[in-house]
């Protein structure tokens, strides 16, 4: 039982990892958005929070954070594999990554392979569309902060999920529709029904 639980938690810590420096790598690297302070200031990772530029300078302190929560959850997992026992209070210490939510950084990024989204790498691949949500009344971002209410909420969806931002204007939908027409297979069609969805 302690060998499968040992061999599962690799490979969750694995994931984690590898997920991290998917990110690292591409900071600062074929960047497509955001490139302006137009871009920061009209979409948002989260309604209250603004948009840092993709480098390793603006998001120095989530990258040491969480790349030193990676190295302690690393050691923990070291240390539990010469236990002889299960100890489920380390074993619980372990998935501390996975709390580590990405709605605490201030990084969407279009870049040449894909979207980041907090500590989150999406290749272009395995986009299968996108769509713009209003925010009204009804939607859960409605009332966070003035700026964002009867704006829109960019879902972008996965294989297994999705990432979104807040999209404040009308020029930046269009600006970032055309990024991902660009790049997502399908995408013409995507962008084809929004417009007929708005006449």
């Known amino acids: 039982m302690k060998l499968f639980i040992d061999i599962l938690l690799f490979i ?5 990892c590898y997920r991290f420096f998917q990110v690292l790598f591409r900071l600062n690297h074929h960047v497509l958005f955001p490139l302006t302070e137009q871009d920061l200031n009209e979409v948002r990772p989260q309604p209250e929070s603004k ?3 993709p480098n390793f300078s603006s998001h120095k302190f989530h990258i040491l954070f969480h790349g030193g929560l990676l190295a302690f959850v690393i050691a923990v997992y070291f240390w539990g594999l010469s236990l002889s026992e299960i100890n489920l209070s380390l074993y619980l210490t372990l998935l501390l990554p ?28 395995r986009i299968t569309s996108f769509e713009y949500i209003p925010i009204d009344i009804n939607h859960r971002f409605y009332g966070y902060a003035k700026e964002v209410n009867n704006s829109y909420e960019l879902k972008i969806k996965t294989k297994f999920g ?15 529709t055309g990024i991902l027409t660009e790049r997502i297979p399908g995408a013409e069609k995507e962008k084809a029904a929004l417009h007929r969805s708005e006449i």
Do not use: Q
């Open 12 to 16: 969750i810590i694995a994931y984690y």
């Open 51 to 53: 948009l840092d530029y």
């Open 98 to 125: 996975a709390t580590s939510t990405n709605d605490v950084y201030r990084l969407f990024a279009f870049v040449e392979e894909g979207v980041i989204s907090g500590f989150r790498f999406v290749p272009w691949g």
């Open 162 to 176: 999705s990432v979104s931002c807040v999209v404040l204007t009308e020029e930046m939908r269009e600006k970032l």
